[in-house]
């Protein structure tokens, strides 16, 4: 893990805490639903909303990256920035 930090203006901050808070309930829904013996394919489609979700939070969260971090370290100067992004987004489609 990168010991980089980032200071997120409160709107950023406080979109990607809703997305998560949502994800987490949903997640709570399907131990739930495992936990009261729900029926495998009606788990799977919970299963997949969870995961619809968590690309749209990994989306947003990598566009504000590349128009915050990684701009502002290629204005910088940084040409490691570019390096960078690619690695994380080729680790993230693997």
């Known amino acids: 893990m990168s010991e980089r ?3 997120r203006c409160c709107e950023e901050y406080n979109n990607l805490i809703t997305r998560l808070s949502k994800i ?3 997640v709570r829904g399907v131990k739930k639903m495992v936990e009261n013996n729900a029926y495998c394919p009606d788990i799977l489609f919970q ?3 969870i995961t619809a979700a968590l690309n749209s939070f990994n989306k947003e969260l990598l566009s504000n990256h590349l128009k915050t971090c990684v701009y502002e370290d290629i204005k ?3 040409d ?3 390096d960078e992004i690619i ?3 080729n680790k993230m489609m693997r």
């Open 76 to 78: 910088n100067g940084s």
């Open 87 to 89: 690695d994380v987004i």
């Open 5 to 7: 930090k980032k200071i």
């Open 24 to 26: 987490e309930g949903q």
């Open 80 to 82: 490691e920035a570019v």
């Open 47 to 49: 299963v997949k909303a």
